[in-house]
């Protein structure tokens, strides 16, 4: 929403508008969203798609893959990246562990909020996603200086008198305010004045699934989530099809007010002319279990994954590399797009709340190292790699047993190298063909 010759009054009737009529309206789609991610309601959004005889013969069949998916997507954040700011990462706190969460949620919303604060007695920084929120803007600017969100947690969302909280950045025409208004327009303030303390910059951050195109709010994983209710229409069907698979009773040349009772203890008497029989449906079933697969596998490639289905054979190291180039691609591209930029504005955000809010200043230079996904080798394929890279001095025992156990440090690295030094030099001939992988590996899982 763009704000026009801001005034305190005009700012508050903008802000009642918003309650009053935009809020709920903008946040249904992004609820349907959650609702898939989450796997809750799924019953209720199958209902309307068959009548109530229908599904008095079985429940609704449903599964979910929505959540499974976009966590085999989204692996920026699958392993910590590396930040260059000692003093940063003192005070960081659980940051990289919330940030897997907040990037599924980024590709499920297209657009995701983060609040962060300060907690003064872990005096470290705490973070809350948003997911539902409205900014404001300047005219002419792309980025909003103030934003909204209600305060309550979803299973208090829809009292009468909920709570908003206000934050804005400083303006040329008013400085920055923040406080908390209600549905009814009564505001409460928080801090001294109601000014924002943090001056020129919002305690908000926001990532995008997408670069701008026309609307803030980028279009989230829509397409999964309506192809993953069709994936369950169609296997409620086929639940329906086993229901019946038995038949229909069918009887004809029957008074239509004369009644049978049936049961398998029950013999049945038919008046001359009348016929009894089963009608069958006729569906392909085996067609529709390979539809319901093909729809499955066409919504996982859309989204750069492999559904790994149960009857196929092992693949080689190479053979996962490439077929999963288009995932690589789209993760890098996630890192260039999305997250290098999201962090860095995180890093500034995080020095003012520090410097304000924790009394300490944290030095402006910053970068950060995201680690490349690898696709796993197969014993043998390492095997040959780390002979190879032996032999051209491209990896050393030190090298390798950091890949294989991150945790060890450089003490225990260098006792593990000694043990086995000692070791080669007292063991028997007939085990000094004895790989130095094994030796290292038995050392490692032991």
């Known amino acids: 929403m763009i704000i026009y010759n801001l005034t305190e009054q005009m700012l508050h009737n903008l802000l009642m508008e918003t309650i ?47 959540r499974n998916i976009i966590s085999r997507r989204c692996l920026v954040y699958q392993q910590a990246p590396i930040r260059y700011n000692d003093q940063y990462n003192e005070v960081l706190g659980d940051f990289d562990s919330f940030m897997k969460q907040f990037e599924q949620l980024t590709y499920l919303l297209g657009t995701e909020g983060i609040y962060t604060f300060w907690d003064e007695n872990e005096k470290k920084l705490k973070y809350r996603p948003i997911h539902f ?74 990532a995008h699934r997408h670069p701008f195109t026309r609307d803030y709010f980028r279009e989230g994983a829509s397409d999964l989530v309506d192809g993953m209710r069709s994936i369950n229409i169609l296997l409620t069907e086929l639940a329906l099809h086993g229901r019946f698979a038995l038949g229909q009773p ?14 398998q203890d029950k013999a049945l008497v038919l008046p001359e002319g009348a016929n009894f029989s089963y009608a069958s449906p006729s569906a392909n079933i085996n067609g529709m279990i390979e539809s319901t697969r093909y729809m499955v596998d066409s919504i996982a490639q859309s989204n750069n994954v492999r559904i790994n289905w149960t009857n196929k054979a092992s693949e080689s190291g190479l053979s996962k590399k490439m077929s999963e180039l288009d995932l690589m691609d789209a ?10 930029p999201f962090e860095k504005h995180q890093f500034e955000i995080a020095r003012k709340i520090v410097e304000v809010s ?5 030095p402006e230079q910053f970068s950060i190292d995201f680690s490349e996904r690898e696709v796993p080798m197969s014993m043998d394929e390492e095997i040959k790699y780390y002979d190879w890279a032996f032999k051209n001095d491209l990896e050393t025992r030190e090298s390798y047993l950091r890949k294989k156990n991150p945790d060890l440090q450089d003490v225990e690295i260098e006792q593990i190298l000694t043990d086995l030094d ?15 992988l094994d030796q290292i590996g038995a050392k490692v899982s032991g």
């Not at 898939?36 to 008095?56: A, I, M, P, Q, R």
């Not at 404001?136 to 969100?149: I, K, T, Y």
């Not at 069918?250 to 049961?263: A, H, K, N, P, Y």
């Not at 000692?422 to 130095?436: L, W």
């Open 20 to 66: 009053q009529e935009q809020y709920n309206n903008e946040m249904q789609e992004r609820e349907r969203l959650l609702d898939y991610y989450e796997g809750v309601n799924l019953e209720h959004d199958l209902k309307k798609y068959f009548n109530s005889e229908s599904l008095s013969q079985i429940p609704p069949m449903y599964i979910n893959l929505v």
């Open 133 to 206: 929120f409205t900014p404001f803007f300047l005219p002419n600017e792309d980025e909003p200086f103030a934003v909204m969100w209600q305060v309550e947690s979803q299973l208090q969302a829809r009292t009468e008198e909920a709570q908003y909280m206000f934050w804005s950045r400083d303006t040329e025409t008013m400085p920055g305010q923040h406080f908390i208004i209600s549905s009814k327009g009564k505001k409460t303030s928080i801090v001294p004045d109601d000014l924002n303390p943090y001056g020129n910059v919002l305690p908000f951050n926001v």
């Open 250 to 263: 069918v009887f004809t040349g029957l008074d239509t007010e004369q009644r049978i009772s049936m049961g």
């Open 331 to 340: 993760l890098r591209s996630d890192v260039e797009q999305v997250y290098r």
């Open 358 to 362: 924790g009394g300490s200043n944290i």
């Open 422 to 436: 000692e070791q080669s030099n007292s063991q028997e001939p007939e085990n000094e063909t004895k790989s130095i």
